[in-house]
């Protein structure tokens, strides 16, 4: 069985990093503050030309909530066309319901549009308001995985509501726990879960190397990056734990 560690990368530094250092698939997006929208048509390019592992594009038109106009939607399936035109691997999408459920009919448009690319469902998932039933929704999509924290702000908080989405998706979806994980506790949250793929922004910040800043702006610019050390200590775990990866 392959055992997957997945890494945001928010700009083309990240990827390089992330891969340099043992990650397995590269979640494209940007805005961390926001916690993820869709990259720019250039940075897939780039991505793409540098990677060789695969590459899974968020398709989200803003941050915020995950309820999306017609408009919006409309956005979302031009952007699914560019990035199959740019040779992604696969797509990451999660549109809800006003009452907390999944939008199973839009959502199985993007997938299937996206067809033959691969389909994450994102974090959108963590706000839903009945996970368990939330699960077969999903699979009705057609999405392959459900990136999920188990509905708290970090796995570690969510891991016991994780074990249940596990036992209900049965094997039919893959759950693939995502935020706040780092070297520090993935170990943990491999063994007590059993999950197959995990997910961390492995992130740090990033000082810029400008010589002159303008003191009256009183900016800092700061940015996040992937900490190469990090992967690379996650991607040993999984090597230890799983040794025939």
Known sequence: MNHVLEII?????????????????????????????????????????ILHIPLYVMVRPRGGDFLYSPEE?????????????????GVVIGILNKDGSIDKDRCAQLVEFAYPLGATFHRAFDRVSDPVKSIGDVISTGCERILTSGL???????????????????????????????????????????VTEIHSS??????????????????????????????????????????DN
Do not use: H, W
């Open 73 to 89: 939607f409309e956005m979302m399936l031009y952007e699914i066309d560019c990035i199959k035109k740019l040779g992604a691997d």
């Open 152 to 194: 708290k702000p970090t796995v570690e908080e969510g891991l016991e509501m994780i074990k249940i989405l596990l036992k209900k998706a049965n094997g039919e979806i893959i759950i693939m726990p995502g935020s706040g994980v780092r070297a520090g506790n993935m170990q943990r949250i491999l063994e007590e879960t059993g």
């Open 9 to 49: 990368g928010f700009n083309i530094e990240s990827c390089i990093a992330a891969q340099e250092a043992g990650a397995g698939r590269i979640e494209l997006c940007t805005s961390p503050g926001e916690g993820g929208t869709s990259p720019s048509f250039g940075l897939i390019k780039s991505a793409r030309k």
């Open 202 to 243: 492995a992130s740090m910040k990033r000082k810029s190397e400008m010589n002159y800043t303008n003191p009256e702006m009183n900016e800092n610019l700061e940015y996040t990056s992937v900490s190469e050390d990090e992967v690379r200590k996650m991607a040993g775990i999984l090597k230890k734990i799983f040794p």
